[in-house]
């Protein structure tokens, strides 16, 4: 089980508080994320051909940020989302210029297994990840050997990769058959370019 704070994992480091956000705020954050934020749904290239993405994004960010074939433009954050923001960055000690939201519907939608390893966020990347809504599983395995890690991730928790993580470990948010209600997770990071 991850504790509260500070874990060092084989390889990388992990940051939780399952108590970042109280109950009433956490649920506040979610109305106003799911009601204000722009939400798409992307294509993505996969396995050579491209499909949509099983959950709705956004992106905020003074760059440009591009993954799986896919680029999202630069669009200032709205001021009301400053204050977490700015939260999330106190927690972490570290300032971020971008945040990548991530909407699951239900349990059919998901995220497979990656790592957030894209060059323009640098050598070790700090991710910082909040969760609002349904408490989903997050999987982290490592590249090599297989060493596996499960977390459930309730509403109003906080958890930050760092170090060497992205290059060692990947991580997904499973699909699954059981009834559940929506996820939003925003995952805060600094990029330090624009995709070439």
Known sequence: MLANGANTLR???LYWYPDFLAPAEAETWQQRLTEQIPW???AIR????WVDQPRLVAWFGTLDYRYSGL???ACPPPDWLKPLWQACEQQAGRRFNGLL????????DGMGWHADDEPELGR???IASLSLGQTRRFLLKH???GERLALALPAGSLLVMAGALQHHWLHALPKTRRPCAERINLTFRYLYSSPA
């Open 124 to 126: 070790d990347p700090v």
């Open 101 to 108: 939201l991530n909407r699951y519907r239900d349990g059919q």
């Open 11 to 13: 390889d990388g480091r």
């Open 46 to 49: 996969l396995f050579g051909r």
């Open 143 to 145: 590249k090599d050997g």
């Open 40 to 42: 798409r749904q992307q």
């Open 71 to 73: 680029t999202l433009s």
